[in-house]
């Protein structure tokens, strides 16, 4: 299987299925430290730093990756130190390859 950081994310429609359970996990295994929520329908992950100027310049290179990709997370900065993202398809209100493809690549920044 290609890469995940390798795909780039296609557009998807409403009435475009979400990812099956097993889907979803398959894509999982290849991320870090993501969890699932809301039975299966969202991913997310809690980044740490040393400080909020660290947290903030890590938001703005999420947000040129999910510019690049035009498939944009749920952000927040929180106890000055932290960054929680949360990504799934709006559209279809679910997971899509988009997600995790997005995922993994700010797994990279």
């Given at each position: ?12 429609e ?39 100027v ?46 995790f ?9």
């Amino acid at each position: 299987m290609t890469e995940l950081r390798e795909k780039s994310c296609q557009p998807c429609e409403k009435g475009t299925p979400a990812l099956t359970e097993s889907e979803t996990e398959q894509y999982l295994d290849q991320l870090e430290d993501w969890n699932l929520l809301d039975n299966n329908k969202k991913i997310e992950r809690v980044f740490k730093f040393n400080n909020f100027v660290s947290a903030l310049k890590f938001v703005n290179s999420v947000g040129e990756v999910a510019e690049q990709e035009n498939h944009h997370p749920d952000i927040l900065i929180f106890g000055y130190n932290k960054v929680k993202i949360t990504l799934y398809t709006h559209v279809i209100g679910g997971l899509s390859l988009n997600d995790f493809i997005v995922a993994s690549k700010i797994d990279g920044v």
